[in-house]
Each structure stands twice: as structure tokens, then as C-alpha cells.
């Protein structure tokens, strides 16, 4: 399993399932766009107006849904954001090989599932929420929580299994933009009072 040591927890970040190039997730999520154009436009700009240039971010799956298998329709997306490190762990919907990708300043490092280490603490980051996990907490996407908690689908009976040391964080959940760590941990204290 792949681990990732993070010192500067400043510039750490979490997202999940931005779908970019993958219009429908709009309908089925209701998000409110109206093209693929404005959704991906909106997506790559939240996405900036938090993570700095020199940001490291844990995509937890379902990046975008490319048509072709590879790396050089994720590239033109990855142009685009700011991060020095983008760790993705792949989705159903990703079509990349698990590896290392090095582009001028930007590295992006392609696994299944990860740990993230920080501060002593450990974070299971992967596209699939888990029922047992080796980590003090788990960050997930897939399951398109909504921002008023409903989940719609196949999936919607996992929300009552989850541990108050699981959070999607996926993009629907989250105005549309990563979370910080120190809003993840924020959220894991707010959980934690429930």
C-alpha cells in the first residue's frame, strides 16, 4: 500500500469524484450546470481558488471519465489545476494505470488506495468507503453524498454503516471544492459531538 508522509499541512487538500468530461454525473448528482463546459470550468476554478501552486491533493477516484485509457486526456485537466502533488487513488470511472506521472513542476503518483500519514495520525484515502480500514480515519468518494447528507443510488444504505471516522469527500458534499485538511479535521471533531 502506497503512504504518503505529509509535513506542511497546510497546503494538504482532499476531493473525490470531480467527474471532469462526464456531463451526466450532473443529473444524477443535480448539480447546477448546465454544460460540460461550465461544469469542468467551475470545477478546475474552485478547485484553484483554494489549492495553492504549491499544493498537494488526495483525489480519492473518479477524476474524470476520459475516453481513451492513459494519461494525456487527464493532462489537459492537470494543466489546468494548481498542485505540486495530485495522489489519485483511481475510481471506477478512472482509465489510468497506477504510476508515477512527472509533467515540468507537477508530479501525480496513481495508486488504488493510500495512507496518509500526518502528525501521527493515519488517513485510508481510496475511491470505496470501507468497513474496516488500518487507519485512525478514512476519506472516500463514490457514493455522491449530497450537500444536504441524502445519497441517491445503489449505494444510498452505506451512509448508515459508515464510522464517525469516515467523510466523503467528494465534490457534491463540498461546494464543489477540495477540503483543506484543517476543515477535514474540523469535520471529523463536528461528527465526533453527533
Not at 450546470?33 to 461544469?39: I, L, Q, T, V
Not at 470545477?43 to 473518479?62: M, Q
Not at 503518483?109 to 475511491?127: F, R, T, Y
Given at each position: ?30 448539480r447546477?450546470f ?14 484553484n ?32 489545476l ?6 489519485l487513488c ?20 496513481v ?84
Amino acid at each position: 500500500m502506497f503512504t504518503l508522509e505529509i509535513i506542511d499541512v497546510d497546503k494538504l487538500y482532499f476531493s473525490s469524484d470531480s467527474h471532469f468530461f462526464h456531463f451526466n454525473v450532473a443529473k444524477y448528482c443535480h448539480r447546477p450546470f448546465e454544460s460540460r463546459k461550465e461544469m469542468d470550468d467551475a470545477l478546475i476554478a474552485n478547485w484553484n481558488s483554494v489549492v495553492p501552486e504549491d499544493g498537494v491533493v488526495v483525489h480519492c477516484g473518479d477524476f474524470m471519465l476520459p475516453h481513451k485509457t492513459g494519461d494525456k486526456e487527464y493532462k489537459k485537466i492537470w494543466d489546468k489545476l494548481n498542485f505540486k502533488l495530485l495522489l489519485l487513488c483511481r475510481g471506477n470511472h478512472d482509465r489510468i494505470d497506477c504510476g508515477t506521472y512527472t509533467y515540468d513542476d507537477k508530479t501525480v503518483i496513481v495508486v488504488d488506495i493510500a495512507i496518509v500519514k500526518i502528525e501521527g495520525i493515519k488517513i485510508m484515502a481510496s475511491h470505496y468507503p470501507m468497513l474496516a480500514y488500518p487507519a485512525d480515519y478514512q476519506v472516500f468518494g463514490h457514493i455522491h453524498t449530497l450537500s444536504d447528507g441524502y445519497v441517491n443510488g445503489t449505494d444510498s444504505d452505506v451512509v448508515e454503516k459508515l464510522k464517525k471516522t469516515q467523510y466523503d469527500v467528494g465534490v457534491d458534499q463540498n461546494g464543489y471544492t477540495p477540503v483543506s485538511y484543517l476543515q477535514l479535521v474540523d469535520i471529523f471533531r463536528n461528527i465526533a459531538r453527533k
